[in-house]
């Protein structure tokens, strides 16, 4: 079965990095785009980054754009989301995302909390 395990959260200062991890299993992963949404409290789920199957084409949500940088290891069945430049505002959970067949699937999600 489909699954999508994150990791790499935590507690960390406003201006430090981060960087996590979606281990990707049940499926062929180097043919599908990654994507990583979060959902801070009381608010709802927001689109953050995605990479195509590939890796050559990515794209940002405009919060994070020049922030972060999403990647992936196809040999690893991995995607990654390094996150630098930390604002508070940043503090959410943040999930892993693939589209297999009209179907969403979801990681369980890392907390990520920026604070001094």
């Known amino acids: 079965q489909v699954q999508l395990v994150e990791s790499g959260g935590g507690v960390v200062q406003p201006g430090g990095s981060l960087r996590l991890s979606c281990a990707a299993s049940g499926f062929t992963f180097r043919n599908y785009a990654m994507r990583w949404y979060r959902q801070a409290p009381g608010k709802e789920r927001e689109f953050v980054a995605r990479i195509v199957n590939t890796g050559d084409r990515t794209n940002y949500a405009d919060s994070v754009k020049g922030r972060f940088t999403i990647s992936r290891d196809n040999t690893k069945n991995t995607v990654y989301l390094q996150m630098n430049s930390l604002k508070p505002e940043d503090t959410a959970v943040y999930y892993c995302?693939?589209?297999?067949?009209?179907?969403?699937?979801w990681g369980q999600g890392t907390q990520v909390t920026v604070s001094s």
């Open positions: 995302n693939t589209e297999l067949g009209r179907r969403d699937y």
